[in-house]
């Protein structure tokens, strides 16, 4: 109960500074690159097409490396994107940055779904995967308000990187498990 409790909140945690930021990376791109619709669809396309070939490159290195090893390099991937949207002067950045936060993406996705069939217990496992559900869901209708009152308190300069702060923090909260289970010797290398 308690592996899972902590699990759970790391998840929130996760989340909550993976969504804060969507409404910002529109923002950016409409406000700030000044794309249209064409280019969001470009984005998106390139998008799938990477979290599909990346799915099957996920699984076959949390295979080989662990499912908590997988989980702490793909978020921490994923911390760099508000950063590369900082940098981008043009859309065709963007798009070429969606190649690595895109195939991040699938990995995440992956490893948060293996992590929470490895650490819900038997009993009650749809209970836990309910609650996980709804809790992730809660951050999905808190974090994209707070992403936009940061862009409003601050700018969409400060409240990317605030975004990409609080992602590396997520991300090393995963290092941080992989550590303890690599001392618990939960997982061998």
């Not at 760099?80 to 070429?96: D, E, M, R, S």
């Not at 190649?99 to 069939?117: D, E, V």
């Not at 996980?132 to 999905?140: Q, R, S």
């Not at 994209?144 to 975004?163: D, E, R, S």
Request: with cysteine.
């Amino acid at each position: 109960m308690l592996k899972t409790s902590c699990i759970t909140m790391m998840v929130v945690i996760f989340h909550f500074s993976w969504q804060i930021g969507w409404p910002l990376f529109f923002s950016f791109e409409f406000d700030i690159l000044h794309t249209n619709e064409f280019w969001t669809s470009i984005i998106s396309t390139v998008s799938f097409i990477c979290q599909g070939i990346g799915f099957i490159y996920w699984q076959k290195f949390s295979e080989k490396k662990s499912n908590t090893y997988a989980m702490f390099v793909a978020a921490f991937l994923m911390a760099f994107c508000p950063f590369l949207y900082l940098i981008a002067t043009h859309i065709y950045q963007v798009v070429f940055f969606n190649l690595i936060t895109a195939t991040a993406y699938a990995g995440t996705f992956l490893m948060l779904m293996n992590n929470l069939y490895e650490t819900a217990p038997d009993e009650n496992r749809t209970v836990y995967i309910a609650f996980y559900t709804i809790i992730t869901n809660i951050t999905l209708i808190v974090a994209p308000l707070l992403g936009m009152q940061l862009k409003h308190f601050f700018n969409i300069y400060t409240a990317l990187f605030i975004v990409g702060v609080l992602r590396i923090i997520a991300g090393f909260a995963f290092y941080l498990r992989y550590r303890k289970y690599k001392k618990l010797a939960l997982i061998k290398d």
